[in-house]
Structure formats: C-alpha cells, structure tokens
C-alpha cells in the first residue's frame, strides 16, 4: 500500500515490520488444515510475512509482487528446509501464472489492481482455485478514502456478493471506519472475504481419482 505515499516501499515495509500474519489468512488455514505440500498462492505477498506463515504450516507457496523490495525481504526469510517448498515471482499479479492451487491469498492486493484488468485478474483467480479450494482477501468499498484513485478498484456489497456467486461463503464482512495507514489517517471502508469452491463428490470421480494431487508450477 505504499502506492499512496509515493511508493516509499523500505519505509512501508520498516513501518509494517512485526505484524501478525493476516487474521483471514489464518481462517482460512484454519477450515483447510495442515497444507501437507499442497499448493497456496500469495498474491502481492509483499515483504513475505503470509507466505513465511503458510510455509510454517506445511504448504507450497507461490508468492508473486511486482516490488522487488519486498521480494528480497522474503527471500532472506525463507527457512532452508523450505526452500524447496516456494516459488517467488517478481511480476505484477494480473501477467503471473496463477497455478492451481487449495488457498489463494490476497491481503489487501486486490485493490490495487487497474479496474480495466480486474475481471481477467478475478476470473484467473476463480479458474485457479481448486474444487474444494479457498479464496481469503479483501476489497474495498466506495466509502474507503482512498476511492477513486486512479489505478485502483473499488466494489460495493452487490458487486461483492457477485463476484463469490457460485462460492460456498465462510465469512464475509463489512469494515466501514477510521484508521490509519503508512500514509497518515484515513477510512477504511473494507469487504474482508473467506469464499470455498465447492468440492466435487468423490462418488463422482472417476476410477476415484484423487482431486488434491497437484503437480508443483514449473
């Protein structure tokens, strides 16, 4: 988010340093276990603090931003017994190669995506998830301060609620307050999401082939 403060991304990542891995994250972690090696993207992963999380708790992580700052953060993090385990893509989220993955993060990324690109970017992300699979991230409301912004996009509640259409919603609420930010105070109007792809019926497959056999992104 240091888009809104000239992009002082060292001083973003200074400011930010400590914090908690992202509370839907970790629900979402949470609903679909141990990752046992399989596959969660982090989109806009920044300085890596969600991907360390889901590394610790058993998954492949495939972490992609387009600020190299960050990137480097990350990579000085990532534990050498899993550095097998994640793939780091230095690209803008809406050209990287969204593998098929169980979880797909996106903490508070998806925001700052151009409007003109953002349905690609979100039927990329629905084709990726794997039946079974869970979204966690945010948007942003028309009330956020920040609405209106060239280069970023805003929904409000039906527009929301359309884009999980045909998701199974685990949570889904409405942050409408003040606060603060890098860039000094401002309100956060925020639509956190936890949205699972139905599962396909085991019965239903054939010869029971096994749907969480996901081959590692090349």
Same mark, same amino acid.
């Given at each position: 988010?240091?888009e809104? =403060?000239?992009e @002082?991304?060292?001083?973003?990542y ?6 908690e891995?992202? *509370? ?8 679909l276990?141990?990752g046992a090696? &399989? ?5 806009g992963c920044?300085d890596g603090?969600?991907a ?8 492949s !992580?495939?972490?992609?931003?387009k ?7 990350l990579?000085?993090? !990532?534990?050498a ?7 780091i893509?230095h690209?803008p #989220?809406?050209?990287a ?6 979880l797909?993060h +996106?903490?508070?990324s998806?925001?700052?995506?151009a $409007?003109?690109r #953002?349905p690609?970017l979100?039927?990329?992300i &629905?084709r +990726?998830?794997l039946?079974?699979?869970v979204f ?5 409301g028309? &009330? ?7 280069g970023?996009?805003?929904?409000d509640?039906?527009q !929301? &609620?359309h884009?999980i ?6 949570e889904?609420?409405e942050t409408?307050? @003040?606060? @603060? =930010? #890098?860039?000094g *105070?401002?309100h956060?109007h !925020? ?6 792809e139905p599962a396909?019926? @085991?019965?239903?497959? $054939?010869?029971?082939a ?6 590692w992104?090349?």
């Amino acid at each position: 988010m240091a888009e809104r =403060a000239g992009e @002082d991304w060292a001083g973003y990542y200074a400011w930010s340093s400590g914090r908690e891995p992202r *509370p839907m994250l970790l629900a979402a972690c949470e609903q679909l276990g141990a990752g046992a090696g &399989r596959t969660a993207v982090d989109l806009g992963c920044g300085d890596g603090t969600d991907a360390l999380a889901l590394l610790a708790r058993g998954w492949s !992580v495939v972490a992609v931003d387009k600020e190299r700052t960050g990137l480097d953060l990350l990579s000085a993090r !990532v534990p050498a017994t899993s550095a097998e385990r994640i793939q780091i893509i230095h690209a803008p #989220f809406t050209e990287a190669r969204l593998p098929s993955a169980h979880l797909i993060h +996106a903490g508070f990324s998806l925001p700052f995506c151009a $409007p003109a690109r #953002f349905p690609g970017l979100w039927a990329r992300i &629905r084709r +990726a998830l794997l039946p079974g699979g869970v979204f966690a991230g945010q948007l942003f409301g028309p &009330r956020d301060s920040w609405a209106g912004e060239p280069g970023m996009v805003f929904h409000d509640l039906h527009q !929301v &609620r359309h884009l999980i259409d045909g998701l199974a919603i685990l949570e889904l609420t409405e942050t409408d307050r @003040d606060g @603060d =930010a #890098f860039s000094g *105070p401002k309100h956060w109007h !925020v639509f956190q999401i936890l949205a699972q792809e139905p599962a396909i019926d @085991d019965d239903l497959l $054939p010869g029971g082939a096994d749907v969480s056999a996901v081959p590692w992104p090349s």
